[in-house]
């Protein structure tokens, strides 16, 4: 492992794939100029719609989303990982899928979203993640990186379940991704006390790009695409315009929090 540049894309995507995707192209471009070598897309990257939308046209969306993160990888000389987009599984249900994809255009790992997000919040918005899309059924991948170091996968809802990152540190991670489309009405209070969390709790990195702004009708999500360290600090905050949270990775901080702080060197329960 290396030190290098790491970004987490803010966006605000909405029905349009095409508009979203050439958001996309443009941010990551602006993130590869800034010297980035690992960058991250929210999940709903490519589509943010209504639910019935995005089962109709999973096939498009997958195809095209995979083709983008392949084609933005091999252009740029980049490791990049979309943070979810919808994979069909029959006419009626998908998966939210996140792939990470190397500098050569290959898949390294694929993960399907397991915690769903099924809640009645009290500015009236409710969701119901589970009418359309089926829940993975296994661990997050961990992808080790020589150069980029070990890196583990989650998405948006993920994060407020502990074990889940728990399972990828104790295997070895260094590098968290989060990447969310996490509520305006939740995010004020939770977003960065759970991203700092996972980051303290593991002594890991934690990458996490965002959606921002309003979507459709009254979906409405948080910003603040973050970077933050082992430590718990946030190095890069991309605040409530679509943009870009640049920061370094560094082993040897890393590897100095880990010695200051060996709380997974103590743990008890495993």
Not at 30 to 42: C, E, F, H, T
Not at 87 to 93: L, Q, T
Not at 152 to 176: I, K, T, W
């Amino acid at each position: 492992m290396k030190t290098y540049l790491a970004a987490a894309v803010q966006m605000t995507s909405t029905p349009d794939v095409d508009r979203n995707l050439t958001e996309a192209a443009d941010l990551v471009e602006l993130a590869v100029r800034r010297g980035a070598k690992l960058i991250g897309l929210p999940e709903n990257f490519s589509f943010l719609g209504l639910e019935s939308d995005k089962v109709t046209r999973a096939t498009e969306i997958a195809e095209r989303s995979e083709k983008f993160l392949k084609t933005m990888a091999q252009r740029h000389q980049i490791a990049i990982l979309g943070g979810g987009f919808p994979v069909p599984v029959d006419r009626d249900r998908v998966t939210n899928t996140a792939l990470l994809v190397d500098p050569s255009g290959a898949e390294v790992a694929r993960y399907q979203k397991v915690h769903l997000f099924d809640v009645n919040l009290p500015d009236g918005n409710t969701y119901c993640e589970s009418s359309t899309v089926v829940p993975g059924s296994e661990w997050p991948p961990l992808f080790p990186s020589p150069t980029l170091g070990s890196i583990g996968l989650s998405v948006c809802y993920d994060v407020r379940f502990p074990e889940l990152f728990r399972h990828l540190s104790a295997r070895g991670a260094d590098v968290l991704f989060v990447p969310a489309a996490f509520t305006a009405y939740t995010g004020k209070d939770h977003w960065q006390v759970l991203i700092r969390a996972r980051a303290i709790e593991n002594t890991c990195y934690i990458i996490a790009p965002a959606q921002t702004g309003n979507h459709y009708a009254r979906r409405q999500s948080h910003g603040h695409a973050a970077i933050v360290d082992p430590w718990g600090v946030v190095l890069a905050d991309a605040g409530e315009e679509p943009g870009v949270a640049i920061a370094e990775i560094d082993p040897i901080h890393l590897a100095q929090v880990r010695r200051q702080m060996p709380s997974l060197d103590h743990r008890v329960f495993r």
